[in-house]
């Protein structure tokens, strides 16, 4: 089946630690994204990706990084830059272009303890 | 500039009424408007979407929405509403050309009584 995995589903990071949370696609998607997810917030756009080698900041990219040496992968590193990092994180992809809709994944629900 | 706005950020119903969610978007040019669902601690799923076909567009599980270019609306609409049905919505406008950026509402959660 294609779709979008993320792990780990949950994740716990002690304070100044960085920490990677993966994302793997099997829909031969060009874009991804990373999303994150705070309560009465909705998601915002952390960074996103139209090609592999490439990508952008979305609106809250402080404190994050990521790669895209591989379609198929997007991984996004929580530095201990972002001040606070607790948070549930989505990624998503999609053709990238025109108007055809996103897949997400499960997410990943980072804690920082 | 494109942006979402969400008039509730809850609503309540009971099981077997009628569901009106309500979304309003700006853009400066013709936009793509899509409605997910997202239910505690998962992902998001698709339930329908609006790519300037027609302005009456039906999704999964018995939802409909429909384009109104003038009120610059895309209300979200069920006849009747299941107990699964509870769970929070989005609604999310992107550009129809180009790369696709979506941008998000910040959120409807509905609440279904029996």
């Known amino acids: 089946d294609g779709g979008i995995t993320q792990s780990p589903k949950y994740l716990f990071r002690k304070e100044g630690q960085n920490v990677t949370l993966s994302c793997e696609q099997n829909?031969?998607?060009?874009?991804m994204y990373w999303y994150r997810q705070d309560p009465g917030q909705g998601l915002r756009l952390i960074y996103y990706s139209q090609i592999v080698n490439d990508f952008q900041k979305g609106d809250i990219a402080e404190g994050y990084s990521v790669s895209r040496e591989k379609k198929e992968s997007f991984p996004l590193t929580v530095t201990s830059a972002q001040k606070n990092p607790t948070a549930f994180y989505l990624c998503a992809s999609s053709p990238g272009q025109g108007t055809a809709s996103a897949f997400f994944g499960q997410g990943t629900r980072l804690t920082v303890v | 500039a494109q942006s979402v706005t969400q008039l509730d950020s809850h609503v309540s119903v009971s099981e077997g009424t009628p569901v009106l969610l309500r979304c309003n978007y700006s853009?400066?040019?013709?936009?793509?408007l899509f409605w997910y669902v997202q239910h505690p601690n998962k992902g998001l799923q698709l339930l329908l979407k609006y790519t300037s076909a027609a302005t009456l567009v039906k999704g999964i599980n018995g939802f409909e929405a429909e384009f109104k270019k003038s009120e610059t609306s895309f209300h979200l609409t069920k006849p009747s509403a299941h107990m699964s049905d509870a769970a929070e919505y989005f609604c999310?406008?992107?550009?129809?050309?180009?790369?696709?950026?979506?941008?998000f509402g910040t959120g409807t959660r509905l609440l279904v009584s029996p």
């Open positions: 999310v406008v992107s550009g129809n050309t180009g790369f696709q950026k979506l941008v």
């Open positions: 829909l031969n998607h060009d874009a």
């Open positions: 853009s400066s040019y013709s936009p793509s």
